[in-house]
């Protein structure tokens, strides 16, 4: 079984550009978690979604990152536009449900922003 | 403020050696608490403890959680080269943040052959 597909591995940008990322999570997973991870640090949510519904978003900056889940499978998170400080690694996570379920992570999306 | 602390940040040893990783956590209505390796991609699950002193086991890997004291372990015996990755630590709280993982910022462990 295919597990959680993310794209691009790595993206490098100029900052104030905008910049997507894609997540196709795994088949039959209900939830979905967007995941920040700056180097040397654990992950941090940015935002949870069960089926097309985000249920937890207070992490996201939600000045210059969106998000979408619009038919409740794939889901894109944006930056726009992009700040150095936005250099970082952007994780997608799936489980079956939330709170009991465990989470499986995608490889991430590499970001540099110059 | 909820955190998770790990330790060591790093740790060097040889193959064979035994190593413990440790995690003590400050959470709200604590509910789990899970260990991820993470190479150079996803993180991958390894444990989840949620009873306070049942030993999860998964060949030379193990882990134990202390509720009363915070803070879990995580074994690795006999290590191999194929070790060598960043073990992360994290803990999810009931109530609304339910499903919310609040990670440590992990222990890179390097195995020499």
């Known amino acids: 079984e295919a597990g959680v597909v993310q794209s691009p591995r790595y993206k490098i940008i100029e900052k104030k550009q905008p910049v997507a990322f894609w997540c196709n999570p795994i088949?039959?997973?209900?939830?979905l978690y967007w995941y920040l991870q700056n180097l040397g640090q654990g992950p941090e949510l940015l935002i949870r979604?069960?089926?097309?519904?985000?249920?937890?978003d207070s992490q996201l900056p939600k000045d210059r990152f969106s998000a979408e889940r619009l038919k409740g499978v794939d889901s894109t998170l944006k930056i726009q536009p992009a700040e150095l400080g936005d250099s970082a690694v952007y994780l997608c996570?799936?489980?079956?449900?939330?709170?009991?379920?465990?989470?499986?992570f995608g490889p991430g999306t590499r970001l540099t922003v110059l | 403020e909820d955190k998770v602390v790990q330790s060591p940040l790093s740790l060097v040893v040889h193959e064979g050696d035994t190593v413990t990783l440790n995690c003590s956590y400050e959470v709200t209505n604590f509910r789990s608490l899970l260990w991820y390796k993470q190479e150079k991609k996803a993180p991958t699950f390894l444990f989840m403890l949620?009873?306070?002193?049942i030993e999860k086991k998964s060949g030379r890997l193990s882990s134990i959680l202390d509720k009363k004291e915070l803070f879990s372990i995580l074994n690795i015996t006999a290590t191999q080269t194929g070790d060598s990755a960043i073990y992360l630590c994290?803990?999810?709280?009931?109530?609304?943040?339910?499903?919310?993982?609040?990670f440590g910022r992990g222990t890179q462990l390097t195995v020499w052959p």
């Open positions: 996570a799936s489980s079956l449900g939330w709170g009991t379920d465990t989470q499986y």
């Open positions: 088949s039959g997973h209900n939830t």
């Open positions: 994290a803990v999810e709280a009931r109530g609304s943040t339910l499903g919310r993982l609040y």
């Open positions: 949620t009873s306070s002193g």
């Open positions: 979604y069960e089926n097309e519904e985000a249920v937890d």
